[in-house]
């Protein structure tokens, strides 16, 4: 394997594997073993267990501690069914075929949940309810190395997740190395940010070793290879797979692109096929994941081979050659004793029964392929997109993730709901840290979710046994978030005529947890600060429970000025769901994050302009007008190309101000911009500004959108000066 461009990254070597041995590998002794001052264990602590097992039944009067448990096959049991049976013979662990792997996981977590542990005569029996319980892992956006996969299965292991399903090619990197396409390695496997080249590959024997290492926890990896949609790194390598032969860049920005394989050209299926040919023997998973998802069809739409192929095949348009490509495909791989998983898109060009559909737009994809005899997966953006923030999915939430879809009749096509996966997208992923941080405490949650039955989870009774769970994780070297968001903010703008005054306070948002307020510029007396200089000012806080600090530090922004005492109101009206605060938009003090959903921000869509009024009871002399606006270019939120602004001197004298933005409209990431209004010599005094934000533009050429309306964000406007 070989990584340009890797920051350093800590792993801690075979913790999980290192445990797990220190309680099967000793000898089993029971109490009889032990003089009076030897029997001091401390009993397991079965009601820990995450997640929980599905019974036990316990003597107290003698027990075995946790060491050389003897496991026998019983092929009685379910797959993954396990007993534990603790009785004068010691520790006997009977098990279906992988039922090892989980009675394992349960014997590891008894064993680091207390010190010397000893497990009551008695039995434990536990199975799952449902059979796929994975993790997405994309290693695309952001590469990972060999160990750091490895780590991630150990901590699915511990929580007895059973499938990896690993993204490994994509727009912005391909990661599978092969001896008979170089290029994929030396092209496709990297991206250009400036001087600077990021990326990384796997070689057969780095492929290899993760199966291998995961087989021995009983995960089975499930490979993603993305057709005919996110391909462009391929493309950048070998250009005559695509539709317009033309050489294009491996993708630098996140989003859909519309360089995609060409479904006209015979030379795709011989690519595709020999990469298959490859996957298929390195992964002896039952399933290879096709992708299918979010495939623009601009290219095959002006492609003479694509249209030609349309009308061989005697296809309607673009959208049935998608699911021809995608029978195709899945021919090829069910010849070679493989089924498919694809995203939900491929439902709508028809499948194979034997096609499983992976439903993540909602939950109407696993209710249609169940409906249709198809197995689904469910990993909705709602509840199981583990890159978005704690602040839009936290612990509830995912606690609450019921998989079966509300109008589906569970009594005929339940059974086709097979489970559910957490999706681990690497875009805002880009190291070891905030993958721990973004999979857990949410993954410990999931597991849970995935095992139990829904009537038999109680969110109270596991929020008190994750805490049991920390100290755990600790140990074994894995950082964590917050359940939820951990701060009560409240805000409140206070001024009074020439009195400016920004009241906040910061208040943790659940027990058992202490918050640390940095303020440097605010004057902070217990859970309250107030800012009364005029300017921006910022607070920090970082959650902390037990001397551990729970998340990130947390980073607010506020602003003093004296549009706060005007008389302020929107004149037409922002786009749902993005209305700012609940108080006055745009005059409360508050200023907004980089996350567009943070409440703080004012959206608008067009189609003509967005515009508001700020009035004060007598006349203000201006310094300076500022206001912040945020560009995120794969969400469609631009930077305006210009504000008007209309300062009154009086009803029928209008001074009209117009100012641009300084950064491009092709600038990548996500980032806030001040705009500032100072002309020299300053402002006639005024009563009365009224700013105008025109919005006709549309998504440059240069994106993947290119001609679609973008979105305006501002979340205050700050207005600078004093009374005449």
């Not at 994750?466 to 917050?482: C, E, F, I, T, W």
Request: proline share 5%.
């Amino acid at each position: 394997m070989r990584v340009r461009n890797r920051q350093n990254r800590r792993w801690i070597t075979g913790v999980f594997a290192v445990v797990i041995s220190v309680v099967v590998v000793l000898f089993t002794r029971s109490v009889s073993d032990f003089n009076d001052g030897q029997v001091c264990k401390e009993l397991a602590a079965v009601d820990a267990l995450i997640p929980p097992v599905r019974s036990y039944d316990f003597d107290s009067s003698a027990w075995n501690t946790l060491e050389a448990p003897v496991f026998e096959l019983d092929s009685n049991l379910n797959d993954e069914a396990y007993r534990i049976v603790s009785d004068e013979n010691g520790i006997t662990v009977f098990h279906g075929a992988v039922g090892d792997h989980r009675a394992q996981s349960t014997l590891g977590q008894l064993g680091m949940l207390g010190n010397e542990v000893a497990l009551p005569w008695g039995e434990i029996s536990d199975e799952p309810v449902f059979a796929h319980r994975g993790v997405l892992m994309d290693v695309c956006r952001h590469f990972f190395t060999v160990d750091e996969v490895k780590r991630q299965l150990d901590i699915m292991a511990l929580y007895k997740f059973n499938v990896l399903h690993w993204h490994l090619t994509e727009d912005q990197g391909w990661r599978i190395a092969m001896d008979a396409y170089p290029k994929l390695a030396e092209v496709a496997a990297y991206r250009s940010h400036g001087d600077s080249v990021y990326g990384g590959f796997y070689t057969r024997e780095d492929l290899e070793e993760v199966v291998a290492y995961a087989a021995d926890y009983g995960i089975e990896v499930v490979p993603e290879i993305e057709l005919p949609g996110h391909s462009q790194a391929v493309l950048a390598a070998y250009p005559h797979l695509g539709c317009s032969g033309e050489s294009v860049a491996v993708a630098t920005e996140w989003g859909v692109f519309k360089d995609i394989y060409c479904a006209g050209n015979e030379q795709t299926f011989e690519f595709l096929e020999d990469v298959l040919d490859y996957v298929c023997e390195i992964f002896p998973s039952k399933y290879i994941h096709i992708g299918g998802d979010e495939a623009p069809k601009y290219r095959w739409e002006h492609c003479p081979k694509c249209q030609q192929r349309i009308k061989e095949e005697d296809l309607r348009d673009e959208e049935a050659l998608q699911g021809w490509f995608n029978t195709r495909i899945e021919d090829y791989l069910t010849a070679k004793g493989k089924q498919i998983i694809g995203w939900d898109e491929i439902l709508e060009g028809g499948l194979s029964p034997n096609a499983t559909v992976q439903s993540w737009r909602g939950f109407e994809g696993a209710q249609h392929a169940a409906e249709q005899g198809h197995d689904a997966i469910v990993s909705p953006t709602s509840h199981a997109y583990f890159d978005y923030p704690v602040s839009s999915i936290d612990v509830p939430k995912v606690y609450d993730f019921n998989l079966y879809p509300e109008k589906l009749d569970r009594f005929t096509h339940g059974h086709h709901i097979i489970g559910g996966e957490c999706n681990l997208w690497s875009e805002r992923i880009p190291d070891i840290e905030t993958l721990d941080r973004r999979f857990l405490p949410r993954g410990i949650s999931m597991a849970e979710v995935l095992w139990s039955h829904p009537a038999e989870r109680d969110y109270d009774a596991f929020w008190q046994r994750l805490q049991l769970h920390y100290p755990m994780l600790d140990a074994l070297g894995y950082s964590y978030d917050v359940e939820q968001v951990p701060v009560k903010l409240g805000t409140k703008n206070d001024s009074f005529k020439e009195e400016l005054k920004v009241f906040v306070t910061a208040e943790p948002a659940f027990a058992n947890l202490e918050l640390a307020v940095e303020a440097p510029t605010g004057m902070t007396m217990g859970s309250a600060t107030i800012f009364t200089e005029r300017g921006m000012h910022q607070m920090k806080v970082q959650p902390n429970r037990g001397g551990h600090a729970m998340g990130k530090v947390l980073n607010y922004g506020f602003a003093v000025h004296e549009g706060l005492v005007t008389h302020s109101c929107l004149t037409s009206p922002p786009t749902e769901p993005y209305k700012g605060s609940k108080d006055i938009p745009l005059a409360n003090g508050v200023l907004g994050s980089e996350n567009y959903r943070d409440g703080n921000w004012v959206g608008y869509f067009g189609p003509d302009y967005f515009s508001g009024h700020f009035g004060w009871d007598k006349p203000y002399i201006i310094d300076s007008v500022k206001i912040n606006f945020l560009q995120s270019r794969l969400s469609w939120i631009l930077i305006p190309e210009k504000v008007i602004t209309d300062v009154y001197e009086s009803e029928d004298q209008i001074s009209r101000y117009e100012w641009e933005r300084t950064s491009s409209a092709s600038e990548e990431g996500t980032f806030i911009e001040t705009m500032v209004l100072a002309p020299e010599g300053g402002f006639p005094a005024t009563q009365t500004i009224d700013f105008m934000i025109p919005n006709t533009e549309v998504l440059p050429d240069n994106h993947p959108s290119a001609g679609e309306r973008v979105w305006h964000f501002l979340d205050e406007v700050q207005i600078y000066g004093r009374p005449l």
